[in-house]
T-cell receptor, first 118, second 116 residues
Framework: GAVVSQHPSWVICKSGTSVKIECRSL??????MFWYRQFPKQSLMLMAT?????????EQGVEKDKFLINHASLTLSTLTVTSAHPEDSSFYIC??????????????FGDGTRLSIL | AQKITQTQPGMFVQEKEAVTLDCTYD???????LFWYKQPSSGEMIFLIY??????QNATEGRYSLNFQKARKSANLVISASQLGDSAMYFC?????????????FGTGTSLTVIP
């Protein structure tokens, strides 16, 4: 149980295009999802907390207009990298927690998306 | 101050031997959870083991065990009988009970290499 699906796994696109990444909870409803960015050989950096039906909460230093997050349903959150540039190339990974979770609930992660901007 | 500290950037272990990956944490909460994740080169984050702040017993899950020393604020992961497939990055994480946003704090990770 508690499976999170992330799509696509790989994206290669030209500079200036927008890229949408989807994160789905397959067998549970996730009121809260998280989006992380990870550079090679580094830890996960929390970008934003995505809450169903409300605006995402962005971490300090993350451009809201650059990284658009939409959590329109209890099973889907999307991250759109707008007007992507080479410096946006990175590994993006989402996670979700079971609803009503207490501090003993792990975050369940998608498999991540490797984004390469040419 | 860092919430989670992993002081070992890289570790090597002989196959079939045990290895301990260090993790210390910093919190003033009484209620918190500690987690270990494995990240292979393919990138997915695999949940390994959980330890609650009120748990009196050390958590165990198969070959994984957590050496929880509350007074020292440490939550080291012990992998017994290492296998080649254990080669990966390992991240320690904490969730504080007072954090209504449910965010996790992650350490910088330890890269484990199992040598045949």
């Amino acid at each position: 149980g508690a499976v999170v699906s992330q799509h696509p796994s790989w994206v290669i696109c030209k500079s200036g295009t927008s890229v949408k990444i989807e994160c789905r909870s397959l067998d549970f409803q996730a009121t809260t999802m998280f989006w992380y960015r990870q550079f090679p050989k580094q830890s996960l950096m929390l970008m934003a907390t995505s809450n169903e039906g409300s605006k995402a909460t962005y971490e300090q230093g993350v451009e809201k207009d650059k990284f658009l997050i939409n959590h329109a349903s209890l099973t889907l959150s999307t991250l759109t990298v707008t007007s992507a540039h080479p410096e946006d190339s990175s590994f993006y990974i989402c996670s979700a927690i079971l609803p009503g979770g207490t501090s003993n609930q792990p975050q369940h992660f998608g498999d991540g998306t490797r984004l390469s901007i040419l | 101050a860092q919430k989670i500290t992993q002081t070992q950037p890289g570790m090597f272990v002989q196959e079939k031997e045990a290895v301990t990956l260090d993790c210390t944490y910093d919190t003033s909460d009484q209620s918190y959870g500690l987690f270990w994740y494995k990240q292979p080169s393919s990138g997915e984050m695999i949940f390994l083991i959980y330890q609650g702040s009120y748990d009196e017993q050390n958590a165990t899950e198969g070959r994984y065990s957590l050496n929880f020393q509350k007074a020292r604020k440490s939550a080291n992961l012990v992998i017994s009988a290492s296998q080649l497939g254990d080669s990966a990055m390992y991240f320690c994480a904490m969730r504080e009970g007072s954090n209504t946003g449910n965010q996790f704090y992650f350490g910088t990770g330890t890269s484990l290499t199992v040598i045949p």
